[in-house]
């Protein structure tokens, strides 16, 4: 996990183990439901069967083992938390105990669009969500607490409350309509790094931009258009954090010498047990910044094994 093809990697995987072992079993749910690796099912056909069909497929495959939790009036699934009354699902929002709506603070260094879409699209996951009206508006209530919270003005949250509210829910449920529109008559997007100063480069390319309909090599530029784009800016994580790892060299570098662990100490009884080439076996040296002694503590050992020669 942490990688970009991990999630298509994932569906590829439990696509070809729901077919040779879901769909082939002589008892089959009524409904399921699969969003990558989390599955909602409604079984028909008694607890004792789903506690079998359970275990059917724990033991399907060596590496895929199932954690359920069952139940016959609500269960949650993701961020929704089903409810079964009378025969009728209905749909609620679902937190987890953990959950702090840590939203990003209003005071933040990223464009007020970016601020007001936030409410918005969580409000209009709200109203997908809830099955109810009465459902939506009191989620809603407590949803828009939290950003208040996190001091985004009351303006700011209650204007996306109404505007999600006032959409169909059955619309949103059936998503936008598919179209045929070729990647060629999309507009051009110019993405610029965001500061609250501004950036003097996006309104002198639109003051400019019609010097491209003087030419007919570029005209068709002129006429496709183009729109705007922000990414934030580096924060403190980006800074503070680095996801990439350094490479480790087969030989040294000429730019950075090895330097050999030395003791100035007589008759020192860890120097002579000091490997200085690396580990032969896998070809790897590791380098220190600094001489290493006898006096030096927490030092990384690699204790290789005389028999097996594994390290």
Same mark, same amino acid.
């Given at each position: 996990?942490?990688?970009?093809m991990?999630?298509?990697?994932?569906?590829?995987?439990?696509?070809?183990?729901?077919?040779?072992?879901?769909?082939?079993?002589?008892?089959?749910?009524l409904?399921?439901? !699969?969003?990558?690796?989390?599955?909602?099912?409604?079984?028909?056909?008694?607890? %004792?069967?789903?506690?079998?069909?359970? %275990?059917?497929?724990?033991?399907?495959?060596?590496?895929?083992?199932f954690? +359920?939790?069952?139940?016959?009036?609500?269960?949650?699934?993701?961020?929704?938390?089903? +409810?079964?009354?009378?025969?009728?699902?209905?749909?609620?929002?679902?937190? *987890?105990?953990?959950?702090?709506?840590?939203?990003?603070?209003?005071?933040?260094? &990223?464009?007020?669009s970016? *601020?007001?879409?936030?409410?918005?699209?969580?409000?209009?996951?709200?109203?997908?969500?809830?099955?109810?009206?009465?459902?939506?508006?009191?989620?809603a209530?407590?949803?828009?607490?939290?950003f208040?919270?996190?001091?985004? =003005?009351?303006?700011?949250?209650? @204007?996306?409350?109404?505007?999600?509210?006032?959409?169909?829910?059955n619309?949103l449920?059936?998503?936008?309509?598919?179209?045929?529109? @070729?990647v060629?008559? *999309?507009?051009?997007?110019?993405?610029?790094?965001?500061?609250?100063?501004?950036?003097?480069?996006?309104?002198?390319?639109? &003051?400019?931009?019609?010097?491209?309909?003087?030419n007919?090599s570029?005209?068709?530029?002129?006429?496709?258009?183009?729109?705007?784009?922000? !990414?934030?800016? =580096?924060?403190?994580?980006n800074?503070l954090?680095?996801?990439?790892?350094?490479?480790?060299?087969?030989?040294?570098?000429?730019?950075?010498p090895?330097?050999?662990?030395?003791?100035?100490?007589?008759?020192?009884?860890?120097?002579?047990?000091i490997?200085?080439?690396?580990?032969?076996?896998?070809?790897?040296?590791?380098?220190?910044?600094? @001489?290493?002694?006898? @006096?030096?503590?927490?030092l990384?050992?690699?204790?290789?094994?005389?028999?097996?020669?594994?390290?």
């Open positions: 996990m942490g990688t970009r991990a999630p298509s990697y994932a569906c590829l995987f439990m696509g070809r183990f729901e077919k040779l072992f879901v769909y082939s079993y002589h008892l089959q749910p409904i399921w439901l !699969r969003y990558i690796d989390d599955i909602f099912l409604i079984w028909t056909h008694g607890m %004792d069967e789903l506690i079998a069909f359970i %275990d059917y497929l724990n033991n399907a495959h060596p590496t895929i083992k954690t +359920s939790v069952i139940s016959l009036s609500n269960v949650p699934f993701l961020n929704i938390n089903i +409810s079964l009354n009378n025969g009728i699902l209905s749909t609620d929002l679902y937190c *987890k105990p953990t959950d702090t709506h840590s939203y990003l603070l209003h005071s933040s260094c &990223h464009t007020q970016c *601020k007001e879409a936030i409410p918005y699209s969580q409000f209009l996951r709200l109203r997908r969500i809830c099955s109810t009206e009465a459902l939506f508006l009191k989620r209530q407590e949803m828009a607490q939290s208040r919270l996190r001091e985004y =003005p009351h303006i700011t949250v209650h @204007n996306a409350l109404l505007r999600a509210w006032r959409l169909d829910r619309t449920l059936s998503g936008p309509p598919l179209t045929t529109d @070729n060629i008559d *999309k507009p051009l997007v110019l993405i610029t790094t965001y500061h609250p100063l501004g950036n003097p480069l996006v309104p002198i390319i639109k &003051h400019n931009w019609d010097l491209l309909s003087k007919n570029t005209r068709w530029l002129y006429e496709k258009g183009f729109k705007t784009g922000l !990414r934030r800016l =580096p924060n403190l994580r800074s954090v680095r996801a990439k790892l350094p490479s480790l060299d087969v030989t040294p570098s000429l730019k950075a090895l330097r050999l662990p030395h003791c100035s100490r007589n008759n020192c009884r860890y120097y002579s047990r490997n200085h080439s690396g580990n032969p076996l896998l070809k790897k040296v590791w380098k220190t910044l600094t @001489n290493v002694n006898c @006096n030096n503590n927490n990384v050992y690699a204790i290789q094994c005389m028999k097996c020669k594994l390290l």
